[in-house]
């Protein structure tokens, strides 16, 4: 009898090749899926790191910062809105070609990507003991495919140059004491004003010498450009700064922010006194309520949360949130993957399946995106229906939500000792309850 054909070997978990082979599949998919993510912004073509080098230009040759203007088919006219000791460091750069600037600023956040997502990610590769390489170069990836890395990146953003000083800042120097905490916080709110959320982040979890070093970072920074620049420091200080309409209109869809939802419910009107009021009390309760959960994140030792719950504040409370600011969706993923992954009990079944659902979600929105995909036109439409508001607002309701559910982890998380999953499961326990 012919001897019957044998089966080749099942690939199994305990195949070491096999597991290989899946992962080096995944990594070329996640590559081979990017041009295709990064396509639609091309036509960008770092917009807004030209705008700097011209207005920067302009500058040098005598003129006044803020009187440089450019026309834009959507937001009408767009000039540059920095503090003048972002234009200051800026300065240099404007000695080189537009080129060799643009080449530049696309490694720096590119390296500044690959920083910050190690520093997010390690932790949790320790935790539960993941494969390390291959954990770290598909996050990397997942990030460089966030709508908000793809917008950094093709309009020539600075926004994870930022992220590196904040995170530096709030996930190593403070914890540790370092004399020089609260430096990183300082000079990006220097640069761009956003960042000065964490400095109230800083007072709501009482570290007072980081919250007074940011503080007089700042300050030294911007007294800086001033002796440089009075007239124009002056200029933006007391007018330039309150006069939302240079940064671009804040009913356009790209404007995730609160007051963004409330301005396409009025457009093509802006907001009436009332409903700025009304901005203004809605500002207040979720400041509140953001910064009082990461208050409490901070003090059960969850770094990561309390400042991720921070930046999702700043996004919410500015007038003017662009797609490509809100980064901090990113460490809100990471943080519910590690709490899916911890959830390994029998009863925590339920609980695990939500913040997975939860998390893939999220991810699943931020690299779809709300801008890339989408042709929102040129003239300003009012959310006038139920499915307008959930599509136009999907950041700002995502905001919301994760303001709510972010899970808050009690111990020493982050950074520090890094602990394996086999301790973690004696000592590592999550927060039932979102607060």
Avoid: C
């Avoid at 070609?97 to 696309?106: C, E, R, S, Y």
């Avoid at 997010?120 to 291959?134: G, K, N, Q, S, Y």
């Avoid at 309520?289 to 500015?318: I, K």
């Avoid at 959830?343 to 695990?352: K, L, Y």
């Amino acid at each position: 009898m012919p001897a019957e054909p044998v089966a080749p070997p099942a690939v199994t978990d305990d195949d070491p090749g096999g597991r290989t082979v899946r992962r080096l599949v995944a990594v070329v998919a996640l590559i081979a899926v990017l041009p295709a993510l990064y396509l639609p912004g091309l036509n960008h073509k770092f917009l807004d790191l030209k705008i700097y080098m011209s207005a920067v230009d302009w500058w040098r040759a005598g003129h006044p910062l803020y009187d440089y203007v450019q026309p834009d088919r959507v937001q009408g006219e767009l000039y540059f809105t920095y503090p003048p000791f972002s234009a200051l460091l800026l300065w240099p750069f404007g000695l080189l070609k537009l080129g060799a600037t643009v080449t530049i600023f696309t490694v720096l956040t590119v390296l500044a990507v690959v920083l910050t997502t190690r520093w997010l990610v390690t932790p949790i590769i320790a935790r539960h003991d993941l494969p390390r390489a291959f954990t770290l170069v598909a996050a990397v990836l997942l990030v460089l495919a966030v709508e908000s890395t793809r917008e950094t990146i093709t309009f020539g953003q600075i926004n994870m140059l930022l992220v590196v000083l904040i995170l530096g800042d709030l996930l190593y120097a403070v914890p540790q004491a370092r004399r020089w905490a609260g430096v990183g916080v300082g000079l990006a709110t220097a640069l761009k004003l956003f960042p000065g959320i964490f400095i109230v982040y800083l007072l709501a979890t009482r570290r007072w010498r980081a919250a007074a070093v940011a503080s007089v970072t700042a300050a030294a920074a911007t007294l800086l450009a001033a002796a440089v620049a009075p007239g124009d420091s002056w200029r933006f200080w007391t007018h330039e700064l309150w006069a939302t309409d240079r940064v671009g209109r804040t009913d356009y869809v790209g404007n995730q922010s609160l007051f963004g939802l409330i301005s396409r419910f009025t457009a093509p009107e802006k907001p009436d006194r009332l409903l700025w009021l009304f901005w203004l009390l809605l500002v207040a309760v979720v400041a509140a309520y953001g910064l009082w959960r990461a208050a409490r994140a901070a003090r059960a030792g969850d770094l990561l949360t309390g400042l991720t719950l921070t930046g999702l504040v700043g996004s919410l409370a500015s007038p003017i949130t662009w797609t490509h600011h809100i980064y901090w969706f990113v460490p809100a993923v990471v943080l519910l993957a590690d709490a899916a992954l911890s959830a390994n009990r029998p009863d925590e079944a339920r609980r695990r399946r939500w913040l997975a659902g939860l998390a893939l979600g999220t991810a699943a929105l931020i690299i779809y995106g709300m801008v890339t995909f989408h042709d929102w036109g040129v003239e300003p439409v009012r959310t006038d229906d139920p499915a307008a508001f959930v599509l136009r607002n999907g950041y700002v309701l995502l905001s919301v939500l994760l303001l709510v559910a972010l899970p808050v982890r009690s111990g020493s998380l982050h950074p520090g000792p890094l602990r394996s999953r086999h301790t973690e499961e004696k000592s590592h326990q999550m927060d039932r309850s979102p607060q």
